[in-house]
């Protein structure tokens, strides 16, 4: 059996509507127990802080929690620098999710930055469901296989036959914006929100398509 392999791309692009902010709280002590505690509390403020713009505790979420120890080189007497324990260095990595609407994301990003959490805030613009998306690009590139088998089965004089296997490497995609947001630690006021929107998000996924190719028909 001939048979004609092509592999089909499929793209699609998708306006964000979903935000997530990812958030960053660093403490840093001597001891252990005051690291942890220190982040804990500041943890509190920040969920006070997003309960006063409509989230529940229950919805800001722990990604990671690191602790590790911190070093500085000192001089000795001698003045020889040697490696020195100072303490430890606590981060925790949390998130908030919410549908994407400019100004209840700008009343959370102000709620946050005003209370005395202090945390990192990095923004992602992305998709509610991105199932949608990845059933989007697969229809496509479906589609795009068989035009192309198509027209290289009519340029090379044979017929497009029985389809006979479709091969396909499942992606985890993450259907992300280029578009970036991120503020440091220190407090923002209200009025230096800035006005946001996102790029679109543009995402493509293959597939390899194989069909049986005859002998176009003479009359």
Known sequence: MKTITV???GTASATPDYVIISLGITSKSSEYATAVANANSRIQM???????VGFGEDELKTQSFDVDTDYE???????????KFVGYSCRYALKLSLDFDSEQLAKTITAISESDAHAEQSITFTVKEPHKISEKLLKAAAEDAREKAVILCAASGVTLGELVNISY???DNEYNSASC?????EPIVRSAVPEFKPDDIKSSDTA?????????PHN
């Open 181 to 185: 947001f991120s503020l440091c630690e």
């Open 7 to 9: 592999k089909g791309v």
């Open 208 to 216: 390899v398509f194989v069909w049986e190719i005859k002998a176009t």
């Open 46 to 52: 920040l969920q006070e802080a997003i309960r006063t």
């Open 73 to 83: 080189n000192a001089p000795d007497k001698h003045g020889v620098y040697k490696r």
């Open 169 to 171: 490497s499942r992606k």
